[in-house]
């Protein structure tokens, strides 16, 4: 008995064996799966994020860890999309989703939906990094705020249009100096609300000067109080670079007096409420009247009191001047002086150019004779021959320069002077010239005559009829006259 105890152990335990079922690795794994995911529906977690991986594809893998455990979690690329943060090291969060495995290293992952940052203290951490970043790329320098227009024409809002918030603006706008307000309706809290302030921002600045849909200038970003959660659409990154890039003047309204969000450290004002936002855009009307009426006052008065001080100053100016009269009184009795004198000093020039004029006068026919006799007697002294001989040369002399001067003309009128010029002159057999194509007939000798030489010719038997000529693109070719 005792030797066959062995072989009746085995043979029972090959027994027990064949009664087990049989499973592959894939079917276990995927039981623990199905298994996994039918045992829990859908889940928060709350943990420690550990080794945030944005994948090449889009996905996202990280571990969730607590003190106690740790676990893994994937978001899909769609879903990374809609989380509306960025998972960092150490941040702890509240992940939403279901529990399923991946079979393939047989571990269990929570496969993630949303995401919510755990507690007041991790948002609270969360902005001051953004801001720190933010402010070391130079977002909020002082130096890149614009002022603010003393008084816009035009107001452009960026806010919900359902709220009391843009009825507030209107109506404190209103009371203050009226303007034109553009409103830019979006969702100021909620998925996707970020990206539609951002957007609003950026389609203020893009409209254009003078087109149909005024460009504001000032714009107010805008809304009512609320909680940390619900005000961190204006702490999105998105939001704070386009407030800062925008061109137009920007004032930030979010929240309470007490509320502080990213964007009023990018704007260019900040506002602790929408109202006084509306207050800090326009002037009192009101007040401005009586600001320019005061001006105006004092401008007047100032000028009457400039007025009386110089009649002042030119009154006792005008005491220290010599009586006008007076001083007329001399200079007429000096004038009436020089008058006379003047009438005496023409009338004794007068005479003395008469007396020169009649000595000259009697002088002249003495002088006159004595050169005209001087003229007559040289004339006499000279013989015949050679007054004759003076006579022909000058004659000689006049007819020579009046030859040149017809020849130079003739030169001048030549045609020899246009054929020079790359003209040519036909003529006919009798040496007539030839001046119209019409004159011309086939096998009528012709002679070119060219500058420097002359060519004999005969009209080609394809030249055109007489008295018309041929149309271009006709068919035949050009006659020739060579």
């Known amino acids: 008995m005792t030797g066959n105890t062995p072989s009746i152990s085995a043979a029972a335990r090959a027994t027990v064996a064949s009664n087990l079922p049989e499973y592959t690795v894939g079917e276990i794994s995927l039981a623990v799966k199905r298994t996994l995911e039918g045992s829990f529906d859908r889940v928060r977690v709350r943990g420690e994020v550990s080794r945030p991986n944005y994948h090449g594809s889009g996905h996202l893998y990280l571990t969730l860890k607590d003190a106690d455990a740790a676990m893994d979690a994937v978001a899909w690329r769609m879903t990374v999309g809609r989380l509306g943060l960025r998972l960092e090291e150490g941040m702890e969060i509240i992940a939403t989703g279901r529990i399923s495995s991946y079979p393939k290293s047989s571990k269990y992952q929570l496969v993630i939906d949303s995401v919510e940052l755990a507690g007041e203290g991790a948002l609270l951490k969360l902005l001051e990094d953004r801001r720190k970043r933010l402010a070391a790329e130079g977002l909020f320098d002082e130096a890149r705020k614009k002022e603010i227009p003393y008084l816009p024409t035009v107001i452009g809002v960026v806010t919900s249009p359902t709220g009391a918030v843009i009825r507030d603006i209107l109506h404190r706008v209103a009371d203050r100096f009226p303007r034109h307000v553009i409103l830019w309706p979006v969702p100021v809290q909620g998925e996707g609300a970020a990206e539609k302030i951002a957007a609003a921002i950026r389609g203020f600045n893009a409209i254009e000067p003078g087109g149909p849909v005024p460009r504001p200038d000032v714009l107010i970003v805008a809304r009512g109080g609320g909680s940390l959660e619900d005000l961190w659409c204006f702490n999105e990154e998105v939001v704070v670079r386009a407030a800062a890039a925008s061109d137009i003047p920007l004032i930030s309204a979010v929240g309470h007096e007490t509320d502080t969000t990213l964007i009023d450290f990018a704007s260019d004002l900040r506002a602790p409420t929408p109202t006084a936002a509306a207050e800090m855009a326009v002037p009192v009307r009101a007040e401005l009247v009586g600001e320019i009426l005061e001006s105006a006052r004092r401008l007047v008065g100032a000028m009457a009191r400039a007025l009386e001080e110089r009649r002042v100053a030119l009154r006792a100016e005008a005491r220290g001047l010599p009586d006008p009269q007076r001083l007329l009184e001399d200079a007429n009795q000096e004038f009436d002086e020089l008058t ?143």
């Open 340 to 482: 006379q004198r003047l009438a005496k000093g023409l009338r004794v020039n007068w005479e003395r150019h008469a007396d020169g004029l009649k000595a000259c006068a009697a002088r002249l026919p003495i002088a006159r004779d004595a050169l005209y006799r001087r003229c007559i007697d040289k004339f006499e002294s000279l013989d015949a021959a050679e007054r004759m001989k003076n006579a022909a040369l000058r004659l000689m002399d006049d007819a020579a320069r009046g030859v040149d001067h017809v020849t130079r003309v003739l030169e001048s009128l030549s045609y020899k002077r246009i054929l020079e010029r790359g003209f040519v002159l036909v003529r006919d057999a009798a040496g007539e010239p030839v001046t119209a194509a019409a004159a011309t007939s086939p096998g009528m000798a012709l002679e070119l005559h060219f500058y420097d030489d002359d060519v004999p010719v005969v009209v080609g038997h394809g030249a055109a009829p007489r008295g018309k000529k041929k149309k271009p693109g006709g068919d035949g070719g050009q006659g020739s006259l060579l």
